[in-house]
């Protein structure tokens, strides 16, 4: 069955700290990959997106994702986390007009 | 409209009544899906249209639950005889085709008492 799987429910880092965040998907084919961010109180936003070519994809607010057919991952990362990225991360998988998404990870931001 | 729509924005019932949640995508899109996001919890996939025809309604959790689309355009998701495990955030989301983004309307809050 085609699904999208987030590890970790909650994660905590230190401000300005290194963030990973991580997706694996299980699909028959490579599907188009998303990373979308809920803040709290507001809607859903796309963080990046991933169709193919150039493996290391580049979004908004300072994120990236790495797809690696090996692994069935496309882990979501940043060098820095600032107190404002402090929010629930959803990635999602797409396959034929299909989106499956992940259970989200929580982000908690410590001071 | 310039994204997309949900009515109303809050509902609450009681208990064994029905309930109808009304989504409008961005004109265009063909691709329409409704999510459940229960409290503290990553999003459900409840039902998918393309165009006027659901080829996917795995999602939906019991016959109490239908949804419907006309004209391309607007959605319906009624849920009958309300439980209180029906308390939920319901999304509704639109894209042009897999490729593209979802993009996600605010939601109905659905309060079962």
């Known amino acids: 069955a085609q699904s999208v799987t987030q590890p970790d429910i909650h994660i905590t880092v230190s401000e300005g700290a290194s963030l990973e965040l991580r997706c694996n998907y299980s699909?028959?084919?490579?599907?188009?990959l998303f990373w979308y961010v809920q803040s709290p109180g507001q809607g859903l936003q796309l963080l990046l997106k991933?169709?193919?070519?150039?493996?290391l994809v580049q979004g908004i607010k300072g994120f990236e994702a790495e797809f690696k057919r090996s692994q069935s991952s496309f882990n979501l990362r940043k060098p820095s986390v600032h107190w404002s990225d402090a929010a629930e991360y959803f990635c999602?998988?797409?396959?034929?007009?299909?989106?499956?998404f992940g259970s989200g990870t929580k982000l908690n931001v410590k001071p | 409209g310039a994204g997309v729509s949900q009515s109303p924005s809050n509902k609450v019932t009681e208990k064994g009544k029905d309930v109808e949640l009304r989504c409008d995508p961005i004109?265009?899109?063909?691709?329409l899906y409704w999510y459940r996001q229960r409290l503290g919890q990553g999003l459900e996939f409840l039902i998918y249209?393309?165009?006027?025809?659901?080829?996917?309604k795995s999602g939906l959790p019991s016959d109490r639950f239908s949804a419907e689309r006309t004209g391309e355009s607007v959605s319906t998701l009624t849920i009958q005889r309300t439980q209180q495990e029906d308390s939920a955030v319901y999304l509704c989301?639109?894209?042009?085709?897999?490729?593209?983004?979802?993009?996600f309307g605010s939601g109905t809050q659905l309060s079962v008492l």
């Open positions: 989301a639109s894209s042009t085709d897999r490729r593209e983004k979802l993009f």
């Open positions: 699909y028959g084919a490579t599907p188009y």
């Open positions: 991933y169709f193919s070519g150039d493996t």
């Open positions: 999602a998988g797409s396959n034929f007009n299909k989106f499956y």
């Open positions: 004109s265009g899109h063909t691709a």
């Open positions: 249209f393309q165009g006027n025809s659901a080829p996917d």
